[in-house]
T-cell receptor, first 113, second 111 residues
Framework: EAGVAQSPRYKIIEKRQSVAFWCNPI?????LYWYQQILGQGPKLLIQ????????DSQLPKDRFSAERLKGVDSTLKIQPAKLEDSAVYLC???????????FGPGTRLTVT | KQEVTQIPAALSVPEGENLVLNCSFT??????LQWFRQDPGKGLTSLLL?????REQTSGRLNASLDKSSGRSTLYIAASQPGDSATYLC??????????FGAGTRLTVKP
């Protein structure tokens, strides 16, 4: 079974630029999550999708962050414009429909200079 | 406020020792609790998932327990090995679907 795929693995941008991350969940997983992990901290949930609908985006900074999952499969997270404090690892996860056990991708390490 | 705390933040043990990692949560209305391992520069690897109706789960040398009434979970690692060195994170899914992670315990097992 293929795991959660994410790209790119690393990205360096200047502040005020825009960036997009891509995630492809495990086949059959209807629920998809985007997390932000700042160095030394646990992941913080940004947004949760059930199929192509948003379940929870209460911690997503909507003035600069957006996410979509148009066909209920892969998803894109965008930051525009980026700030220095957005430097973090962005993790995508998906969960099985029965147990809700989460499986994570390798993450995208973003550095904003 | 739903908070998850992991203590200690870092732990160093000699190879072969048994050890316990702790996770505490403030809101006992949980749906499940999941333990993860994170290696430097990598994503999270699921170790054990405990549903709210369960008291413990075991996988190989790992055993996780859950006590909802006291708001605690422990991860027991038997006969630790240098390959167990990593950061261990617990994540609590509450009944309102809110997901909270602890900051993790960084474990070092010395040969």
């Amino acid at each position: 079974e293929a795991g959660v795929a994410q790209s790119p693995r690393y990205k360096i941008i200047e502040k005020r630029q825009s960036v997009a991350f891509w995630c492809n969940p495990i086949s059959g997983h209807a629920t998809l999550y985007w997390y932000q992990q700042i160095l030394g901290q646990g992941p913080k949930l940004l947004i949760q999708f059930q199929n192509n609908g948003v379940v929870d985006d209460s911690q997503l900074p909507k003035d600069r962050f957006s996410a979509e999952r148009l066909k209920g499969v892969d998803s894109t997270l965008k930051i525009q414009p980026a700030k220095l404090e957005d430097s973090a690892v962005y993790l995508c996860a998906s969960s099985s429909p029965t147990s809700l056990e989460q499986y994570f991708g390798p993450g995208t390490r973003l550095t904003v200079t | 406020k739903q908070e998850v705390t992991q203590i200690p933040a870092a732990l160093s043990v000699p190879e072969g020792e048994n050890l316990v990692l702790n996770c505490s949560f403030t809101d006992s209305a949980i749906y499940n609790l999941q333990w993860f391992r994170q290696d430097p520069g990598k994503g999270l690897t699921s170790l054990l998932l405990i549903q709210s109706s369960q008291r413990e789960q075991t996988s190989g040398r790992l055993n996780a327990s859950l006590d909802k009434s006291s708001g605690r979970s422990t991860l027991y690692i038997a006969a630790s090995q240098p390959g167990d060195s990593a950061t261990y994170l617990c994540a609590v899914r509450h009944n309102n679907n809110d997901m909270r992670f602890g900051a993790g315990t960084r474990l070092t097992v010395k040969p």
